[in-house]
């Protein structure tokens, strides 16, 4: 913990970052840190080093300095990656699901027992990608028609 708190700023800087604001708490470090005029970020990270949460509020390329400085000095970064590997596959699951209900194996679905049939079914838009309900005519976020 102590030493992210030193090596999260170091990283930042090294990439370019100014670190505006370190505000420490008792088990949680808050870093506000901006590039330019345009670029900022909120690094909040908590917890043991076994058991770390990072949370990064704004750019995109905050979050990955700040997880290299954590893999860096994780005391097991195996359990870090570990825990990004874990996000990856989750996401991954979701888009397996999501393919298995409008995919080549929908049918497996209707096999299954009549309860299936009352849950509610969400369909993507054509036009913006938003999941709609199966019985909306139009599309909630972009009110297009629905065609499918
Ligand atoms: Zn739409």
Redesign the pocket.
Known sequence: MESLQKTLPEYFQRAGWTVEKVLPFTNSVMFEVKKGFLEKATIHFQGAPQDLTLEVDGSGEAMDVAEAALTDSCDNPAALVGYKEQKKIEQQEVVKNIVGMFGPHAQAASAQPMTVEKEVVMIP??????L?DDTATV?P????KRTL
């Open positions: 838009c054509k036009y913006c990608g938003a709609m599309c976020n972009c009110g297009a």
